[in-house]
T-cell receptor, first 115, second 114 residues
Framework: DAGVIQSPRHEVTEMGQEVTLRCKPI?????LFWYRQTMMRGLELLIY????????DSGMPEDRFSAKMPNASFSTLKIQPSEPRDSAVYFC?????????????FGAGTRLSVL | AQSVTQLGSHVSVSEGALVLLRCNYS??????LFWYVQYPNQGLQLLLK??????LVKGINGFEAEFKKSETSFHLTKPSAHMSDAAEYFC????????????FGSGTRLQVQP
């Protein structure tokens, strides 16, 4: 299995621009998570989906952030408009959420720099 | 609410020495506990997990962790450090049903001196 695939690996953009991060979970996994990693706040959950349905989006910072999962094999995290404080590494993770098997597998991350 | 606290943001050991990374958790339900490792510019890789089957959990690369309910701890150990163990280590907690998302500690950066 190729694992969780995120694209792009690096994104540099200017303040005010729209940014779209993409994630392909491991085939057969039915839960997908978006996390953000910063020096100040560490690793924090943004949103997670179960069977393509958003379950907990309490970590989404504000209305500028949106996430979709149109099917079981693809998810996007969009920031519009982007701001310098959005600069971080964004990780996607997936798991097969059967009871007792909540092991999340992480992608390599997207390093976002907003200038 | 669930949380984890990792004591020590930086730990330095000599090659061949014991590695001990500390993690204490807080959870209102029986927790699932995890240790992940992050190498520079990479994603997180699972080292080991506790899911109530056994209190001593063995993971990859010679690491193990012991769940101690009385101390609400899940410390990570390795008898003999290798240079390749230098990385950042994260302790995390999740529920089973309900909140499946991971709540991470602040991380411990392990340095291994030759």
């Amino acid at each position: 299995d190729a694992g969780v695939i995120q694209s792009p690996r690096h994104e540099v953009t200017e303040m005010g621009q729209e940014v779209t991060l993409r994630c392909k979970p491991i085939s057969g996994h039915n839960s997908l998570f978006w996390y953000r990693q910063t020096m100040m706040r560490g690793l924090e959950l943004l949103i997670y989906f179960n069977n393509n349905v958003p379950i907990d989006d309490s970590g989404m910072p504000e209305d500028r952030f949106s996430a979709k999962m149109p099917n079981a094999s693809f998810s996007t995290l969009k920031i519009q408009p982007s701001e310098p404080r959005d600069s971080a590494v964004y990780f996607c993770a997936s798991s097969a959420s059967r009871q007792g098997r909540n092991i999340q597998y992480f992608g390599a991350g997207t390093r976002l720099s907003v200038l | 609410a669930q949380s984890v606290t990792q004591l020590g943001s930086h730990v330095s050991v000599s090659e061949g020495a014991l590695v001990l990374l500390r993690c204490n958790y807080s959870s209102s339900v029986p927790p699932y506990l995890f240790w992940y490792v992050q190498y520079p510019n990479q994603g997180l890789q699972l080292l080991l997990k506790y899911t109530s089957a056994a209190t001593l959990v063995k993971g990859i690369n010679g690491f193990e962790a012991e769940f101690k309910k009385s101390e609400t701890s899940f410390h990570l150990t390795k008898p003999s450090a290798h240079m390749s163990d230098a990385a950042e280590y994260f302790c995390a907690v999740s529920g089973d049903t309900g909140r499946r998302a991971l709540t991470f500690g602040s991380g411990t950066r392990l340095q291994v001196q030759p």
